[in-house]
């Protein structure tokens, strides 16, 4: 059937408006979804710039490097590593969801987790007896790992109120999140491995003055580590169709480390979310009011509803950044450029570039936690490519 026609579909949200009906109900019963409905101006799409690709279009041989993963999540950084050729030897999560997400995609990997263990990286002494299962002092591979973030973000300060006592970024003071960089970098200590790859949120570099962030990079150096960074690389450069500014730091006990250059043309958002999500998972789509849908469809391209604080994506440039939401909720994705209803998480999941085939595990709160937090794995195969380079000479 064809998509409504504007003035049908100004009389359905006005119907179910004045008659409080739900919107989802009524386009079912006239043969229409969510993504028949359209902006009151559509955006035209153009061909300019690079062509989009998940990760599965990177991926290279197995290279033998082995590598560790801490704070895994649900593996964006793992299927960077892994594209470029490292192989894992272990992945660590205390998140019983993640690790069954990990374990669905990836079931030859061994998961440090929920059911089978804590997979807690401040249960020091425990952790490290299960790690002692498969690794050795003086590791010939790389620890790689992004501490949780929500301490440092200012995307997560937005959620409360000015007044409130967490509206100050809290960074390590944090009793739980904020000191997992140093927990990290005490299995570090005890591992020594040959490389090291910390991933974090753009507000580490100044969080407490940026005074913790030295500390952290001091104790590198007393173990002898060169580290390099904290660099702070765009997404957006690295051939993902999303803005994402995120902070790196890479290590190696011989030689410092050069980020790559940036890749050259960017790629518009709408190339990766113009594509038949036919028998994909992970694509529901939310029910909303009609309330909203009508506020949406008269937003231009980049213009914010400030009721539901959602933005319509601009088709031609890459998407603004995939939010992750806290530990009690899910993301707050964006409005879909070309259709006035917020993202699924497989579209948004597109945008950092996960493969279709690649399933989300939990509510559909938690996979968009999954999909926020998760570093994009085209960005997390260039870096890992590089450090293969550089740091083993592969």
């Known amino acids: ?22 919107l989802h109900e009524v386009l079912f019963a006239n043969n229409y979804t969510y993504d028949d409905l359209r902006y009151d101006v559509e955006a035209p799409f153009k061909n300019a710039g690079g062509r989009y690709k998940n990760i599965e279009e990177f991926y290279q041989k197995s290279n033998g490097i082995p590598v560790v993963s801490f ?42 987790g929920p059911p089978e263990a804590k997979g807690d990286v401040s249960n020091r002494e425990e952790l490290y007896d299960d790690l002692k299962r498969y ?27 000015k007044g409130g006592s967490n509206f100050k970024r809290v960074g390590f003071s944090h009793q739980t999140q904020g000191n997992l960089l140093f927990d990290f970098i005490w299995f570090i200590k005890k591992f020594k491995p040959k490389a090291l790859f910390i991933e974090n949120v753009a507000g580490l570099a100044t969080i407490d003055g940026g005074e913790q962030l030295k500390k952290a ?72 009011k009609a309330e909203s849908i009508k506020r949406y469809m008269i937003l231009k391209c980049g213009e914010r509803d400030p009721l539901g ?10 998407a603004k950044t995939v939010i992750a939401g806290g530990t009690q909720g899910g993301g707050r ?7 006035p209803r917020t993202l699924s998480v497989r579209e948004c999941a597109r945008l950092q570039t996960f493969p279709d085939s ?8 938690r996979q968009f936690t999954q999909v926020g937090n998760a570093v994009p794995p085209v960005l997390g195969y260039h870096l890992a490519k590089a450090v293969a380079q550089q740091f083993f000479e592969c």
Request: with cysteine.
């Open 333 to 339: 994705s964006h409005l879909h450029p070309s259709i």
């Open 217 to 288: 990079l001091a104790d590198l150096s007393e173990m002898d580590y060169v580290a390099s960074g904290p660099c702070i690389l765009d997404a957006a450069d690295f051939e993902i169709p999303q803005f994402r500014k995120r902070l790196f730091i890479v290590g190696s006990l011989n030689r410092t480390f050069s980020f790559p250059i940036v890749k050259g043309k960017r790629i518009a958002c709408h190339k990766a979310l113009n594509i038949q999500e036919k028998g994909t998972t992970n694509h529901i789509t939310r029910s909303h």
């Open 71 to 112: 704070f895994s999540g649900c593996g964006g950084l793992d299927l960077g590593f892994e594209a470029a050729g490292f192989e894992h030897v272990a992945c660590v999560d205390n998140n019983g969801l993640f690790c069954n997400t990990l374990r669905h995609n990836h079931p030859n990997w061994i998961i440090i």
């Open 309 to 318: 604080r959602v933005d319509r994506l601009d088709p031609n440039r890459p």
């Open 358 to 365: 690649f399933q989300f595990y939990g509510s559909v709160a």
């Open 135 to 161: 690794i050795k002092p003086n590791f010939e591979g790389i620890f790689i790992g992004g501490p949780p973030c929500q301490p440092f973000s200012i995307a997560a300060n937005q959620r409360f109120a």
């Open 1 to 22: 059937m064809p998509n409504l026609e504007w003035r049908e579909q100004i009389k359905i949200i006005n119907d179910c408006i004045e008659n409080n009906r739900p």
